[in-house]
């Protein structure tokens, strides 16, 4: 197991996560124990709409996280003064959430003078792996795929990210998502997909694999959306079948992507999956098997650690005061950001905008 410098493995952070339809608090050690955590979800409240309405979800995070941190500081047996940091989701993410998160990760670090960690939630996806796999170092090449990102990184360290490849339009996880919209399979989409492709042929409709074989390293999943659409609508396939043909297209896209990366970057020890599309079972059989090609070792966090969820928050708190051995907390009047880059020096890609 990789050792924590400067003696921080017993060090306690309480995370906060609010940035899309999951209010999340967690307290973690750097010696990789879970202390306590809680998940509230929304998918009540949003289901009628099929997808996430922000003020709803702004709503809910204000009602629910007061009392949620009060709780998993009782189900660990500890108050505010047991903690050594409090690290809040800072962005990117849905604006109001990311507030009501961030706001209340600044009055408890004012209130108990603990030091306050702003945490990019990407950077949360990217080291819960390391969370749960206490042998996994830098570098490590990274698939980050969510609801809202789809992207290659090279993580040489905690806050040290390079950015190989993004989406130039959707994320895989808005992709499975609009599937099961335009399949009436309800709302959260990605599993309900999974669930239908296990029953069809995914050999059954000719879906287009955009970008495959691209001399640029991006992902594109708008043209795949619309041939779904189009699929749906002409009334020849069963749904199954179309699940399976399109998480089918989605996997020969990131598997050719991934390729590319491999071949033209120096190696990498690990391929590591993170995101909440890293719960897909299919996705995950396919990385596994190209990790193997390649001989590197395939990490993927637990299901649990793929979603949105406080307790990589906290781990990412832990990085920061493992590896940063002079950081003293960041001021309290940091921003909430609706977009933040984990490589802010990669150049933006054609077609991506804001999503870089």
């Not at 017993?10 to 973690?28: H, N, P, Q, W």
């Not at 960690?117 to 980050?144: C, K, M, Q, T, W």
């Not at 998502?177 to 059954?204: F, H, N, Q, W």
Request: hydrophobic share 45%; aromatic share 4%; net charge negative.
């Amino acid at each position: 197991m990789e050792s924590v410098s400067h003696n921080l493995d017993r060090k306690i952070v309480l995370g906060i996560e609010s940035s899309c339809d999951e209010t999340a608090v967690a307290l973690v050690t750097g010696g990789r124990t879970i202390l306590a955590q809680r998940i509230a979800s929304q998918e009540a409240e949003h289901a009628p709409y099929g997808g996430v309405v922000p003020e709803i979800a702004a709503r809910a995070h204000a009602e629910r996280l007061a009392p949620m941190i009060a709780d998993v500081l009782d189900d660990a047996g500890m108050t505010l003064a047991d903690v050594d940091a409090i690290a809040a989701t800072a962005g990117p993410g849905l604006i109001g959430g990311v507030m009501v998160g961030l706001v209340s990760g600044k009055a408890l670090a004012m209130a108990a003078d603990k030091p306050l960690i702003a945490v990019n939630h990407l950077e949360g996806h990217a080291l819960s792996p390391r969370l749960a796999d206490g042998d996994l170092g830098f570098p490590y090449l990274l698939l980050l795929v969510s609801g809202g990102h789809c992207q290659i990184l090279s993580v040489e360290g905690a806050g040290k990210y390079r950015r190989l490849a993004t989406t130039i339009d959707d994320a895989l996880g808005e992709a499975f998502d609009k599937t099961a919209k335009i399949l009436g399979l309800g709302y959260p989409g990605g599993p309900m997909v999974e669930k239908l492709a296990r029953t069809g042929d995914s050999t059954a409709v000719p879906l287009p694999r955009p970008l495959k074989g691209s001399k640029e390293p991006h992902f594109s999943f708008a043209g795949l959306k619309s041939a779904v659409l189009r699929a749906h609508e002409s009334g020849k396939y069963t749904p199954a079948n179309i699940a399976a043909s399109f998480q089918a297209a989605a996997v020969d896209c990131l598997l050719d992507r991934l390729k590319k990366a491999i071949a033209e970057n120096p190696p990498f020890p690990a391929l590591v999956v993170a995101g909440g599309v890293a719960a897909n079972g299919a996705v995950r059989g396919a990385l596994e098997g190209l990790a193997a090609q390649h001989d590197m070792r395939f990490v993927a966090p637990p299901l649990a650690l793929c979603t949105d969820n406080a307790a990589m928050i906290a781990w990412a708190g832990c990085e920061r005061l493992a590896h940063q051995p002079d950081f003293a907390g960041d001021p309290l009047d940091i921003k909430a950001r609706p977009r933040w880059p984990l490589d802010p020096e990669a150049e933006v890609a054609r077609g991506a905008g804001v999503k870089a």
